[in-house]
Nanobody, 118 residues
Framework: QVQVVESGGGLVQPGGSLTLSCATTRNIFTFYAVGWHRQAPGKQRELVAR???????KYADSVKGRFTISRDSAKSTLNLQMKSLKPEDTAVYYC????????????WGNGALVTVSS
């Protein structure tokens, strides 16, 4: 079983920046895919950004040019750097890591709340 823990959420003003981090109980580079999803109040969970070993890095259209997903080899974390934040970015952000065994197995964190408001 892999444990996934997000950190770095909080309140930020529109136009501000925030960085989320995700730590796992296994080296972040050993997973087939890693990514961030978010769920706003009353909406479905959606993909924000994803790194996969078999496809190019993917971003949601709504965050392209503002968010950057990366892996930190020294800390073995998955990061999401968010800039030019908008009120519509307000959501609970979830870290997801996936491994392949007989099937794809996904692990999720409990989420980090990001609130963009003045």
């Amino acid at each position: 079983q892999v444990q996934v823990v997000e950190s770095g959420g909080g309140l930020v003003q529109p136009g501000g920046s925030l960085t989320l981090s995700c730590a796992t109980t296994r080296n972040i580079f050993t997973f087939y895919a890693v990514g961030w999803h978010r769920q706003a109040p009353g909406k479905q969970r959606e993909l924000v950004a994803r790194i996969s070993s078999v496809s190019p890095t993917k971003y949601a259209d709504s965050v392209k040019g503002r968010f950057t997903i990366s892996r930190d080899s020294a800390k073995s974390t998955l990061n999401l750097q968010m800039k030019s934040l908008k009120p519509e970015d307000t959501a609970v952000y979830y870290c997801n890591v996936a491994e392949i065994r007989a099937n794809v197995i996904n692990y999720w964190g409990n989420g980090a709340l990001v609130t963009v408001s003045s």
